[in-house]
């Protein structure tokens, strides 16, 4: 009897730990993801930061082999940010005396649609029902005197940019902090490995950094190709200032997802003024058609190439990534994708180093 009402007692003390400390799990792991859940934007500067120093630290580490690293990263951060100013430089511009010759001309457009419309048959009936041409008369008239609504609401956008600017010099320094002392912070954390391990840690580590910088170089090739593209396109339908829309163009394709649709739209307004409709109606089935072969052909093609990742497996993280986290999502599936394959590489090199050392013959595959 005291036997039985020992081990009575020794399972109720067995199962009372294994609730607690399955309850300490549950709320340690719920309190984390709070916690998480708070920091989500210092975090996401945190990733968007060491992917930023990932991909600086091959023209970083060129340049550190001719001087000291300080000068290095000083040198690669004057080039990225004389990189905006020379497209504002290029850009602006045109566009701001594009927009005032559209508020200034908008009257006379509206003239030349009113005459559109009246030797047009069908838009004749519509006319006498509707007078379409009659209200875009009064909404042209009234164009000039938007434009200081309208500088008010560029304003307000440039407000938005100018807050903005805290997280991106944030990271910036994050990232700077990174390419300065990132290799040190592995190197520490590595000498708590055993040797082996350390050499493979290591050699992922570097693996990972050039995947990420060639993913970065094909993004830009990409790009590049783009604008080519939409420079030729352009130039065939006499759309004028094409050098800085095709720099436009090639910018917002950057931008995983929506960039080189905003980048399409941008030029399908200036078409409208060039020879309306032909030349719009050409343009947008081009960015439709060339859009699709990117996403399909050209983007899995050069990351292929880039970051050895299979085309199939290069649409399917892009999809993932966006469907996920978005922009963000898109902007670092493929890096994620060939960090994923990098590791499982590594770990079946290690499955094959541990096989062979330990004379153990491996199963036949079934």
Known sequence: MASDALANVS???????????????????????????????????????????????GPVNFLHRHMRRGFAIAIVYIGLLLVPIGLGALIIPPVVTQVENFATNAPRYAQDARDYIERNR?????????????????????????????????????????????????????????????????????????????????????????????????????????????????????????????????????????GATIGAILVGIVTLFVDFPTATIVWVVFSIVYQQVENTVIQPRIQKRAVDIEPFAVLVAVLFGSTLLGIVGALVAVPAAATIQILIREWLRYREERIILGGIEPEPEG
């Open 122 to 258: 069908t838009l004749r009936g519509l006319q006498r029902k509707y007078d379409i041409a009659g209200e875009i008369q009064k909404k042209a008239e009234k164009l000039p005197t938007q434009i200081g609504t309208a500088a008010s609401v560029l304003g307000d956008i440039g407000l938005g940019i100018v807050n903005s600017l805290f997280a991106l010099i944030t990271i910036l320094i994050l990232s700077a902090f990174m390419l300065g002392s990132g290799r040190r912070w592995i190197e520490q954390a590595l000498e708590f490995q055993p040797p082996d391990r350390a050499a493979r840690l290591r050699r992922v580590a570097d693996h990972v950094a050039a995947a990420v910088g060639n993913y970065v170089a094909g993004a830009v090739i990409q790009a590049v190709v783009a604008g080519i593209m939409a420079y030729i396109v352009m130039t065939i339908l006499g759309v004028p200032f094409r050098g800085p829309l095709a720099v436009l163009i090639g910018v917002f394709d950057l931008i995983p997802l929506v």
């Open 11 to 57: 399972f109720v003390n067995g199962s009372v730990r294994t609730v607690l400390r399955t309850v300490l799990i549950v709320v340690t792991v719920v309190l984390t993801l709070y916690v998480m859940y708070l920091l989500r934007r210092p975090i996401g500067w945190l990733l968007i930061a060491t992917f930023i120093a990932v991909a600086l630290s």
